[in-house]
């Protein structure tokens, strides 16, 4: 079990009971009290559970344990296959970008490459690439958004244009034949940044998020490589032939 899995565990231990102990936690999981301690400190410091002497309690506001624990482990498998897969496509001393959806941040949490250069504007991919003492981390600095732990605004796109990417890892809330959604404004003019800068942009995205669309749109212009866990549905699959995007299935009917 990944880290990311034992948080998701740890939240529902939460909303079952109202505190568990760090000995509880350590018995529960087989690992050590530094585990725990590192645990502990990600699920206080994101405001998902208060630290008590010798454990940690139930936040008062459930709901945000709520709506973590289930962004974490909605499709949690089929999001690290597609992580995994990622992580392939990565060389010692290449220049990448990770984005803030919870399938790129699978991808940090497993990085294999080493001697990377690592940028992003998330505060938890930041932190999980940087486990990997050989990895150069920079995160963009810009408006902080204390809910989603990213920053975000014209700083940061701004420094964007610093860099040159070899590969970036991108996420979306949709996607359809007409193009790839996100949910804010400021989430697709990011994402244009993200490409602008890239010799290679990778677009991860479960099945999940097949025909499904959101207020902001960007068109395919850029996008290389679509990585996910289903068959795109044949309309959608034709317009990535026409525009020579790669496709790779990471489940049954794979590569």
Not at 38 to 58: K, N
Not at 223 to 229: E, G, P, R, S
């Amino acid at each position: 079990m990944n880290q990311q899995e034992r948080l998701a565990k740890i939240l529902s231990i939460l909303e079952k009971q109202p505190k568990i102990s760090q000995k509880e936690l350590m018995s529960i999981f087989n690992i050590s009290k530094d585990s725990v301690r590192r645990d502990i400190v990600i699920l206080v410091e994101q405001g998902l559970a208060e630290r008590y002497p010798g454990g940690i309690s139930r936040p008062l506001l459930k709901a945000q344990i709520e709506n973590y624990s289930s962004r974490l482990i909605k499709r949690a498998r089929e999001k690290e296959e597609i992580a995994k897969e990622a992580g392939h496509l990565l060389d010692s001393e290449m220049t990448i970008y990770l984005d803030v959806s919870t399938t790129v941040h699978f991808l940090a949490a497993n990085l294999v490459a080493h001697d990377l250069v690592v940028v992003t504007n998330s505060m938890d991919n930041a932190l999980s690439v940087s486990q990997e003492g050989s990895n150069q981390v920079y995160l963009l600095g810009g408006f902080f958004n204390a809910k989603s732990r990213i920053l975000t605004g014209e700083a940061v796109l701004q420094q964007l244009n610093q860099f040159n990417f070899d590969w970036s890892f991108i996420g979306a809330a949709g996607i359809t034949e007409q193009g790839i959604y996100y949910s804010e404004l400021a989430d697709s003019h990011l994402k244009r940044g993200i490409i602008q800068n890239s010799q290679k942009v990778c677009l991860l995205i479960d099945s999940s998020k097949f025909n499904q669309q959101s207020a902001y749109k960007i068109d395919f212009t850029g996008i290389n490589k679509i990585i996910t866990d289903q068959a795109l549905p044949p309309s959608l699959m034709n317009v990535m032939i026409a525009k020579e995007i790669d496709v790779v299935l990471v489940k049954e009917g794979g590569k």
